[in-house]
């Protein structure tokens, strides 16, 4: 059975940068893409972008410029950095797995992140 | 953007009940839809993709229809476990969802 977890810290300052990473286990790397997700009360859920097993990249628009997702397929997984971050980044943040492109069949449980100073 | 907008944003019905959730799409986006199922605390799990595939493991209670700018999600008999909110997704450019369905119990 396929599992993701994330890791991460739980609260970061305004203007730094957020750095999370998921742990792949059960399954291998190759074939996917990997996103990563994040969800709040007011937006949603809301797509930030995902890594393929190739290396390729795709981000959502709204985010690319602060956005940088990459992948450690040694270690089986993959990263999320967000920069200057600002409480409407305070969000439940999930990593997933994508079946074809953005199929998301497989999920981590979710890691809460608050930006706060 | 693709604006996605989901209908109702909440569902009153019974155990035994036929539901149908819609999602519209503000431009065609083929069949490039998948359903999720949302419970408290817990990631969404995937139902239905590419508009009318179920994910394995899905009771077949639950069906995708639709293509282009209108689909429907079904749930042919409700029950006990299927109280939860619906999310639909569209990933024709970028992922975007739809707002939620709560589907609650009459």
């Known amino acids: 059975q396929v599992q993701l977890q994330e890791s991460g810290p739980g609260l970061v300052k305004p203007s730094e940068t957020l750095s999370l990473t998921c742990t792949v286990s059960g399954d291998s790397i190759s074939g996917y893409y990997w996103s990563w997700i994040r969800q709040t009360p007011g937006k949603g859920l809301e797509w930030i972008g995902h890594?393929?097993?190739?290396?390729?990249?795709k981000y959502n628009p709204s985010l690319r410029s602060r956005i940088t997702i990459s992948l450690d397929t040694s270690k089986s997984q993959f990263s999320l950095r967000v920069s200057s971050l600002t409480a409407a980044d305070t969000a439940l943040y999930y990593c997933?797995?994508?079946?074809?492109?953005?199929?998301?069949?497989?999920w981590g449980q979710g890691t809460l992140v608050s930006v706060s100073s | 953007d693709i604006q996605m907008t989901q209908s109702p944003s909440t569902l009153s019905a019974s155990v035994g009940d036929r539901v149908t959730i819609t999602c519209r799409a503000s431009q065609s986006i083929g069949t490039w839809l998948a359903w999720y199922q949302q419970k408290p605390g817990k990631a969404p799990k995937l139902l239905i993709y590419k508009a009318l595939t179920s994910q394995s493991g899905v009771p077949s209670r639950f069906s995708g229809s639709g293509s282009g700018t209108e689909f429907t999600l079904t749930i042919s008999s409700l029950q006990p476990d299927d109280f939860a909110t619906y999310y639909c997704?569209?990933?024709?450019?970028?992922?975007?969802f739809g707002q939620g369905t709560r589907l609650e119990i009459k």
């Open positions: 997704q569209q990933y024709s450019t970028y992922s975007i």
């Open positions: 890594v393929h097993y190739t290396g390729r990249t």
């Open positions: 997933a797995r994508g079946l074809n492109a953005d199929e998301f069949d497989f």
